[in-house]
């Protein structure tokens, strides 16, 4: 029997005594394999996990589940044996605090890796941002706007509770015009979300957690036949930097959101990532040089994040179909980097 298998692994680690990876490989395989039928997700294209680069490929017929297997083992065990041992030393087991960490790894993929969930929430974040900005709306922080920051018509204390949110928003969630738009990538769609916030507030509501706007459209949105599950409206062809790589800003041009720091802190995470996670040689050595291109642009001054796909490729002397694929690759590790900050901090 295999459920000891976790427990045994850490142990092994911890003893500096483990010298295979196989077996904890195709143990974390089957139970990831399961977790996603489980889930529901199993015959659904890896994109809805945020593999991109997989598009509409099955998890079978790619290389998504090693991919995926390989972020999960990152996430539960590599980055946890500390407090894995030191649950093991308590409970003499780790079994039920890896499957845990695995569930709940795996729903933040799946949120993050919705398609319509990003979109909507981009679209509330800098609709929230562009009212703030216009001292029609007050936040609850100083820091960059997420699922928990609190908006506040102005003057107020505390948001409507989730069940207020759904009755105040429910002629818009009504109406095809809304849904099909507020799904989009485009200016027009943040802007109509904030008409629409601005309008609200004109009606009484005190405010909003970001979060629970977001999930209350983006799961109206993703009812049968509201929506179909087509590719974000491209602005002109063109998306920032940031959009291809993680949900990290909004369009609007922030200042919380261009601080050069985080960006050189950003690269050097994910330069470490390649270095030790991208295991084709001439892939890895072409993602580092990417990144270090990157890191010289920051340094000049250059703000990437406005930069479209087009012009970055032609700084960086790579085809835009290659910086797509390998940002693709670095996406999947963004995202799981985030989920696994939110859920410390929570």
């Not at 507030?201 to 036949?225: D, H, N, W």
Request: glycine fraction near 6%.
């Amino acid at each position: 029997m295999d459920e000891q298998i976790f427990t045994t692994h850490v142990r092994q680690r911890l003893d500096d005594t483990f010298d295979d990876s196989r077996e904890i490989l195709t143990h974390l395989h089957r139970v990831v394999r399961q977790r996603l039928k489980q889930m529901g997700i199993w015959n659904l294209p890896p994109k809805y996990l945020g593999f991109e680069e997989y598009h509409d490929q099955s998890w079978e017929g790619s290389a998504a589940m090693d991919d995926l297997v390989q972020e999960a083992y990152l996430a539960c065990i590599e980055k946890r044996l500390e407090k894995l041992g030191q649950h093991l030393e308590i409970t003499g087991s780790c079994e039920g605090s890896v499957h845990r960490k695995l569930k709940w790894f795996l729903s933040d993929r799946q949120e993050k890796g919705n398609p319509i969930a990003r979109r909507v929430f981009r679209n509330v974040r800098s609709a929230s941002e562009s009212l703030i900005e216009d001292g029609r709306a007050e936040c609850s922080c100083s820091e960059r706007l997420n699922a928990k920051s609190i908006i506040l018509a102005v003057g107020q204390q505390s948001p409507e509770p989730t069940e207020v949110l759904q009755d105040l928003f429910a002629d818009v969630l009504g109406d095809p015009v809304f849904l099909k738009t507020v799904h989009q990538e485009s200016p027009g769609s943040w802007q109509m979300m904030a008409t629409v916030v601005e309008a609200k507030f004109s009606q009484g509501m005190s405010g909003y957690k970001i979060g629970e706007l977001a999930k209350l459209v983006g799961e109206t949105c993703k009812r049968p036949g509201v929506v179909s599950e087509a590719e974000p409206m491209a602005s002109n062809g063109q998306k920032s930097i940031l959009e291809i790589l993680a949900d990290s800003r909004t369009e609007l041009p922030d200042s919380r959101y261009q601080q050069s720091d985080d960006l050189e802190s950003w690269i050097a995470k994910l330069t470490r990532h390649a270095e030790t996670s991208v295991r084709n040689a001439q892939i890895r050595k072409r993602v580092l040089n990417m990144l270090t291109a990157l890191a010289v642009l920051i340094r000049e001054g250059e703000d990437i994040r406005q930069l479209s796909r087009r012009k970055l490729a032609d700084k960086l002397g790579v085809s835009k179909s290659t910086l797509a694929e390998d940002f693709a690759r670095l996406q999947t590790y963004d995202l799981m980097q985030e989920a696994s900050e939110t859920e410390t901090e929570s």
